[in-house]
């Protein structure tokens, strides 16, 4: 079993930077994908980011030249850099791990627990 488990969380004024982490610990193969998605109360979950096991990565347009996604392969880590932070990008965020293709399936797919972000003066 896989646990990812996220930290970083917190309350923060508008403008400011928060980092958060998440460690995904277990018997596991090395992840292929990770990524962070946010849920706000009220609204569907949404992916903010995902890199790849080769440094390929995605944002969504809300969070492009603002948030900055990376991974530390020797640590199963991946980050989120959260900078010029809005009112809107409050939410739990989540982090999500998948493991390689077996055969067409993905060996695990995994989420933390969630971490709260709130960006209010």
């Known amino acids: 079993q896989v646990q990812p488990v996220e930290s970083g969380g917190g309350l923060v004024q508008p403008g400011g930077s928060l980092k958060l982490s998440c460690a995904a610990s277990?018997?596991?193969?090395?992840?292929?994908?990770m990524g962070w998605y946010r849920q706000a109360p009220g609204n569907q979950r949404e992916l903010v980011a995902y890199i790849t096991s080769g440094g390929s990565t995605s944002y969504a347009d809300s969070v492009k030249g603002r948030f900055t996604i990376s991974r530390d392969n020797a640590k199963n880590t991946v980050y989120l850099q959260m900078n010029s932070l809005k009112p809107e990008d409050t939410a739990a965020y989540y982090c999500?791990?998948?493991?390689?293709?077996?055969?067409?399936?993905?060996?695990?797919?995994?989420w933390g627990q969630g971490t709260q972000v709130t960006v209010s003066s």
């Open positions: 277990g018997r596991m193969s090395s992840p292929d994908v």
């Open positions: 999500n791990v998948k493991g390689p293709f077996f055969f067409g399936r993905r060996t695990y797919d995994y």
